[in-house]
């Protein structure tokens, strides 16, 4: 098991933004595709953004054009920003490390979660 130290969660308002860290050794980053899953209530766990170790990025459609996934090789840290953030944004987010395409991903590790809440 990897130990992966998330950050960034909290109270949003609609529209606004959150941005989400997720730090991991650095021998496991370096070789590592990353993703960030959620789950809210009730519903099923989703995929939300991944980035393979070479920087390329996919989004689920409810995400696209409001949140970014992105990498810093110095720091071990994959991150999560946030925009136009809706209600039904709402669920505990977990960063993973693992192997695979968007579609093919395999987790490896998963963080401990961290909760985004969207309200007014």
């Known amino acids: 098991q990897v130990q992966l130290v998330e950050s960034g969660g909290g109270l949003a308002q609609p529209g606004g933004s959150l941005r989400l860290s997720c730090e991991a050794p650095?021998?496991?980053?370096?070789?590592?595709?990353m993703a960030w899953y959620r789950q809210a209530p009730g519903k099923q766990r989703e995929l939300v953004a991944h980035i393979t170790r070479a920087g390329s990025t996919d989004y689920a459609d409810s995400v696209k054009g409001r949140f970014t996934i992105s990498k810093d090789n110095a720091k071990n840290t994959v991150y999560l920003q946030m925009n136009s953030l809706k209600p039904e944004d709402t669920a505990v987010y977990y960063c993973?490390?693992?192997?695979?395409?968007?579609?093919?991903?395999?987790?490896?590790?998963w963080g401990q979660g961290t909760q985004v809440t969207v309200s007014s």
């Open positions: 650095g021998s496991i980053f370096r070789i590592a595709d």
């Open positions: 993973t490390v693992g192997a695979g395409s968007s579609r093919q991903y395999q987790v490896g590790s």
